[in-house]
């Protein structure tokens, strides 16, 4: 996947057609401590391996890991933050494809690369399209740590106050 440093049009400014199939990003920056892997994992997915360390050193994962959907939740955070259009989102039917690769651990940095795979404008509804992106965590390894297909529906340009 070829990346580059930035997307042609600033987030308050981008429609469905500046989604181009092909282009590639990376962007922001997140980390996860031991103490926000915990809080999280009590509240949403309280297993022993995500809210315990000393029984997650006789776990699966020899160690305390990040829930997937904390994991996920971070995907998401920095997709909104620097992918995703704050002018022109209409939601989305879903995401295909959630995969974790790796067990994250506390201290893990990761950073977002999204690939635009295709667009479809509506047939139903004019005013917008459906674009499909790739999406990856990745670690300060370079490993990718989960992978999903996400779906957004966005507002064309040509219709931007329907």
């Known amino acids: 996947m070829t990346t580059t440093e930035a997307f042609a049009v600033p987030i308050g400014e981008r429609y469905f ?5 092909g282009a590639a990003y990376e962007f922001g920056r997140a980390a996860f ?4 892997i915990v809080e999280f994992a009590r509240r949403f997915d309280p297993q ?4 315990d360390r000393e029984a997650a050193q006789d776990g699966p994962f020899g160690g305390l890991i990040a829930s997937g959907w904390h994991t996920a939740s971070v995907l998401m955070r920095l997709f909104a933050d620097h992918y ?19 067990p994250v651990r506390p201290g893990t940095a990761v950073r977002l690369r999204v690939m635009v795979l295709d667009t479809q404008p509506s047939r139903s ?9 790739l999406a990856e965590l990745i670690d ?7 992978r999903l297909t996400v779906l957004n529906f966005l507002r064309r340009k040509a219709f931007p106050n329907a």
């Open 17 to 21: 057609e500046d989604y181009r199939p």
């Open 33 to 36: 401590t031991e103490a926000e």
């Open 48 to 51: 022993s391996f995500h809210v």
């Open 84 to 102: 995703l259009s704050t002018v022109a989102s209409l939601g989305g039917p879903g995401a295909d494809e959630l995969r974790w690769l790796k």
């Open 125 to 133: 509804k004019p005013d917008r399209g459906l674009v499909r992106t």
């Open 140 to 146: 300060q390894d370079d490993d990718v740590v989960l």
